[in-house]
């Protein structure tokens, strides 16, 4: 019997009450970064992989700098199908804030091509994930590179120096709305609470 990874994912969260999936079935490799305007605005990471949405929070989001290292701490897995999720969390409950889907795409193990192979997992459990995002806002390589172990484990969100690198860049500034719906987040909660959601 294989184990529920997304127990504290469900533990943490009434989903009646949220509207955020429980869980589905997605085995592309497929990256989502959602910008989620919760008790601090702060961009979520997340990795489909193993059956669930490897996650991460990073305070000051992507960079397209080689030279910047963002912090990433490592959160709960969540189902596949947050990848889709785009809303607000209410008060009172576990994360509440408005949610957007500031990026996402493809994605492809760059480790997968090394000699010897690395799974995703196993680099994963290594604590080094080198990934090519094929994003709306983000492209080419980027690696997560753990430093710290613990309850949250640490990890390092660093862009490779490829064609896509770009210190005058700065999306997480000037690119604003939904990858997903052109919204942002102000027009996202205000939608929200015209449905009756909020």
């Not at 996650?55 to 189902?79: C, I, M």
């Not at 957007?100 to 493809?106: A, I, N």
């Not at 120096?161 to 997480?172: F, G, I, Q, S, V």
């Amino acid at each position: 019997m294989s184990k529920d990874t997304l127990g504290d994912y469900r533990r943490k969260r009434n989903l009646d009450a949220s509207r955020e999936p429980s869980g589905g079935e997605d085995t592309r490799p497929v990256f989502v970064i959602q910008k989620h305007d919760a008790s601090r605005l702060h961009y979520d990471f997340r990795l489909a992989f193993g059956g669930t949405l490897k996650s991460w929070a990073v305070p000051k989001g992507p960079s397209t700098d080689p030279r910047d290292k963002r912090l990433a701490v490592q959160v709960e897995d969540h189902p596949l199908d947050y990848a889709d999720f785009e809303g607000v969390i209410p008060e009172g409950h576990y994360g509440a804030g408005t949610v957007m889907v500031w990026d996402r795409g493809g994605y492809r193990n760059l480790r997968a091509d090394k000699d010897p192979p690395v799974s995703m997992a196993d680099a994963w459990r290594e604590g080094l994930l080198e990934v090519w995002l094929d994003g709306e806002k983000l492209q080419g390589g980027y690696a997560l590179k753990r430093f710290r172990d613990g309850d949250k484990p640490q990890w390092l969100l660093i862009k490779m120096n490829d064609e896509h690198a770009d210190a005058r860049r700065n999306p997480t500034s000037t690119q604003n709305r939904s990858a997903k719906s052109g919204r942002t987040l102000a027009r996202i909660a205000r939608d929200e609470k015209a449905a009756g959601h909020e």
